[in-house]
């Protein structure tokens, strides 16, 4: 667990750079900070644990480049990430919501006064903590068998 924190915080500090830079630059303008905040440590905890889970059950670290990718890239498609979630067919709309990028682009949302809407901050916190929690247990298992094969 303590191997988590150092990629946490390279994560968190990512995420803050880029919020300076969309403030600067791009004038958006956070009306809840603390709501923002809560959303960015969550999903820097969700996504620290998700990689991993991808380094545990990788063999190589091209295999774990090209699964990080595809999720990544994927999922932002999915969710609305690329393009304005409203123009997304109605399949991706509903196979978006399934993935936490979509609740936490909702989270930062809605604490963000110059776009409008975003889902309830409640949701989104639960959603992102159940995926941490998932990614977490995933990392405990594919770490058991890392250490087999290790042996073996």
Same mark, same amino acid.
């Given at each position: +667990? &303590?191997?988590?924190? @150092?990629?946490? !915080?390279? !994560?968190?500090?990512?995420?803050?750079? $880029? /919020?300076?830079?969309? =403030?600067?630059?791009?004038?958006? &303008? !956070? #009306?809840?900070?603390?709501?923002?905040?809560?959303?960015?440590? $969550?999903?820097? +905890?969700?996504?620290?644990?998700?990689?991993?889970? !991808?380094? *545990?059950?990788?063999? #190589? &670290?091209?295999?774990? $480049?090209? +699964?990080?990718?595809?999720? *990544?890239?994927? /999922?932002?498609? *999915?969710?609305?990430?690329? #393009? @304005?979630?409203?123009?997304?067919?109605?399949?991706?709309?509903?196979?978006? +919501?399934?993935? @936490?990028?979509?609740? *936490?682009?909702?989270?930062?949302?809605?604490?963000?006064?110059?776009? @409008?809407?975003? &889902?309830?901050?409640?949701? =989104? #916190?639960?959603?992102?903590?159940?995926?941490?929690?998932?990614?977490?247990?995933?990392? $405990? =298992?594919?770490?058991?068998?890392?250490?087999?094969?290790?042996?073996?």
């Amino acid at each position: +667990m &303590e191997k988590c924190v @150092p990629f946490f !915080i390279i !994560i968190l500090f990512q995420v803050l750079l $880029l /919020t300076i830079l969309g =403030v600067y630059l791009y004038g958006i &303008e !956070i #009306t809840q900070y603390s709501s923002y905040f809560l959303v960015v440590v $969550l999903l820097s +905890m969700q996504v620290t644990s998700w990689g991993v889970a !991808i380094a *545990a059950f990788a063999k #190589t &670290e091209n295999t774990g $480049l090209v +699964m990080t990718n595809m999720i *990544a890239l994927g /999922t932002a498609v *999915a969710c609305g990430l690329w #393009t @304005p979630f409203d123009q997304l067919p109605s399949y991706l709309k509903i196979i978006g +919501m399934l993935f @936490p990028q979509y609740w *936490a682009h909702q989270g930062l949302v809605q604490s963000v006064s110059t776009l @409008p809407g975003g &889902e309830n901050l409640i949701l =989104v #916190t639960a959603v992102l903590i159940g995926y941490t929690l998932l990614g977490f247990i995933l990392s $405990l =298992v594919g770490y058991k068998k890392y250490i087999k094969r290790a042996r073996g």
